[in-house]
C-alpha cells in the first residue's frame, strides 16, 4: 500500500450520515475484476443530481472528504474504498465510521480520522463556504489543522495501522514473516475442525 | 477469571499477541464467492504468492447467477466473465468451488450451516458482510474486505484488534406471528444502525434460546445491520441437534469429541461484557421498514413516523430525505401502504423455514393483480426440499414465480431487480437507496408479512390474518 505523511488540501463537505458503501459503489459496478478505475462511479446514483457536491467544479481534486456519522455502513465492498481512493481521497473526516469500511480503508492506504461531532461541524462548514481553504492532516504529530489558522485537532489512530500507514507497508508481508508461528499454531490445531478438500470429489449434481 | 464466549473462541485462536500489535487471528473457514475475491487473487499473482490451506478454503457462485435456467447461456456478459474468472482462479490456486450445477450450491452463508461446515467454536471469515450468519452456531463470523481476503488466502490468518463484546437479551415469549426477523429488525430499532459498532455480540435469552436454529441465522445475519461484525448465539442441544448427522460435521468419535468440546462454549457465570442491551420478547410486533436504513422501522400496526418526533436533528434530516426517496407521507398507517413487487428470499430468509412459512400463508390465496412477486430458494439443496414437500407448487399455483437458488434481488446484481419507482416488500436485509435497483423502494419484513403483502397487495397485520 501506498505511504502517507501528510494530506493537504480542500475539503468535499459530504454532510450526509450513514452514508452506505451501496451508494458509495453501486452494485453494478462490482461485476468489474479490475481493482482500478472505480473513481467515475462512485456516488453514481447521487452524482446524477447536477447539485450533488462532488459535481461542484470548486471541489474538484479534493484529497479530504467530509462526511457525518456512520460512514460507509453496509456491505464489506472493498470497491467503495477502491473509487474513493481513485477520485483522489486520500482521507475521510467523519464523526464515526462502519468497522469494515474502516478497516479496509486501514488496508488500502487511505486514513479514516474520527472527529468529535462539533469539530466536523465546523469543518463541514468551513468547506461548505466557499473557498474553503485548506486542511492539513499530519499523520506524525496525528493532528488536523486548518491553514493559516490556530485551530488544531488531535486524532486518535491505531499505533499499528499508523506505523503502516507511515511506511507504506504491506500487511501480507508483515505477517509472513511470523510464518513459523503460525505453523506452530496449525499443529497444535484440533483435528476434529472440518476440512473442505473432500468438496472436491463429492459434487452433488443437479438432476 | 470469568469469560464471555467471544472471548473463549478469541483466544483459542490467537497465533501470536504483541504490545501495540493487532492479535494475529487463525481463521478456521475462508468462504469465496465471486464479487469480492477476483482482485484478491490477482494480488497473490503479482507477488508471487500460493493459498496457504486450500482445504480450509470454499467457493461458490452466488451474487451474480441468473436465477432462471442455468442450462442457458448467462444474459450478462460481465456477470459471466466474473463468474468464470472464479472458476479460472479456484482451479490455479486448488480451490474447492460448488458451481452453479452443484446441488449444493447457492447463498455462500446458506450453504455452509448447510453442510456441517459451520461448527460452534470456529473462526469464519467471507468477503462479504452477512458472514455473520453462521454465528447461530455458534461461530466467530465476520465480513471482510477484499485485501483481508487476499491475507486470509495468502496466511489463513488475520491481524484483528479485539473486539468490545456486547450482550443483547431478548427475554420472555414472542406472540404469534412473530418471527426471528422481528426480533432483529426490533433490536436494530432500538440500538440503531451503529449502535453496535467496535462489537461482537452474544445473543441471548429464552426468545433466542426459543428460536430455531434457522432463525437465529436469520438474528444473526442481520447483526451488521446494527453495526457489529459479528454475533453469536452459544451452542446448545438444538445446535447439536441441527449439526448431527451434516455432511461435513464430525462423525462416530470425533463426533463425541467435538460435542463435548462445543458445551464448554458457554459465557461463564459472573462474566462481563462492554455493553448490556435487553428487549421483552412480548413488546415486539411484526416490524416493518419505512425508511432507507434498516433501523428506519414500525410495527405495522402504526403509521409512517413524522422527522420532527425524531431523536436529533441529524435523524430529522435522514428521515426527511428517506421519506422523499421512499415517497411516503408521515402520517400514513403502514397497512395502507400498496406495493408493486414481492421478494422471499435471501441469506436472511431463504432457508426451508422460511419457504414453509411464507407458503403456509398463500396457500389457497392468490397474489394480488397489482403485484408480481417471486420466491427465490437460498440453495440447490433449499429447493430441493421445496419441491420435495411441494412448496413449490403452492407457490405456483398463488401466482409466485418459482426460481433458481441465489442472491437475486436481494441486491440485484442480475437481472431480478426493482424497477424505478417500484414498491416491494422483502425478506431481505437492506433497504438502501436502490439496493433492490435504482430508484426501487424497499420495505423490509418476515416471509409472512411478504407473504401476506403479496396477497392482499398492501401490509397487513399477520397476527389475526386468515
Ligand atoms: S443474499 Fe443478499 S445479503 Fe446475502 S450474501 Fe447475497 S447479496 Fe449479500
Redo the contacts between chains.
Sequence with gaps: MRAIKTVKGNAIPLNRADVDTDQIMPKQFLKRIERSGYGPFAFFDWKKDPTFVTNNPAYAGAPIMLAQQNFGCGSSREHAVWGLEDMGITAVIAPSFADIFRNNCSKVGLLTIQLPQEDVDYLMSRAEELPGGNIVIDVAAQTVSVEGTAWSRHFDIDPFVKHRTLNGLDDIGLTLQHADDISKFEEGRPSLKPDTSRAFTDSLKIG | MPKTIIEKIWEQHV??QTA???D?L?I??HLVHE??S??AF??LRL?N?TV?R?????ATVD??VPTTD?RLPNP?P??A??IE?LRQNTKDFGI?L?DI????SGIVHIISPEE??T?PG?TIVC???HTSTHGALGALAF??????V??VL????L?Q?PPKTMSVEVTGKLGPGVTAKDVVLAIINKIG??GG??HVIEYRGDVIRDLSIEGRMTVCNMT?EG???AGLVAPDEKTIEYLKGR????QGE?WD??VE?WKSLVTDEGAKFDTYVTLKGEEIAPFVTWGT?PAQSVPVTASVPRPEDAVSA??K??AE?ALVYMDLQAGTPITKVSIDRVFIGSCTNGRIEDLRAAANVVKGKHVASTVRAMVVPGS?LVKQQAEKEGLDQVFKDAGFEWREPGCSMC???NPDILLPGERAASTSN?N????QG?GGRTHLVSPEMAAAAAVEGHFVDIRGYK
Excluded: C
Excluded at chain 2, 54 to 58: A, K, V, W
Excluded at chain 2, 101 to 104: A, C, N, P, S
Excluded at chain 2, 143 to 148: A, D, K
Excluded at chain 2, 432 to 435: L, S, T, W
Design positions: 497465533v501470536r501495540g500489535e493487532p494475529l487463525y478456521d473457514l464479487v469480492t477476483p482482485q490477482e494480488g507477488s504468492r496457504r486450500p482445504d480450509l478454503t470454499l451474487h451474480n442455468r450478462d460481465l456477470s466473465q466474473q474468472t474447492p460448488w450445477f452443484d446441488l449444493r456441517g461446515l461448527q470456529m468477503g462479504d458482510s465480513g471482510i474486505g477484499t485485501s483481508e487476499e491475507h495468502a496466511t489463513q490468518t491481524p484488534m444502525v451503529d459498532v467496535g451488521i453495526g457489529a461484525r455432511p461435513y460435521a464430525p470425533d469429541k467435538a468440546a436504513t441529524a435523524a434530516e435522514t430525505r440447490g441486491l440485484g446484481m437492506r438502501f437507496e436502490g439496493r435504482a
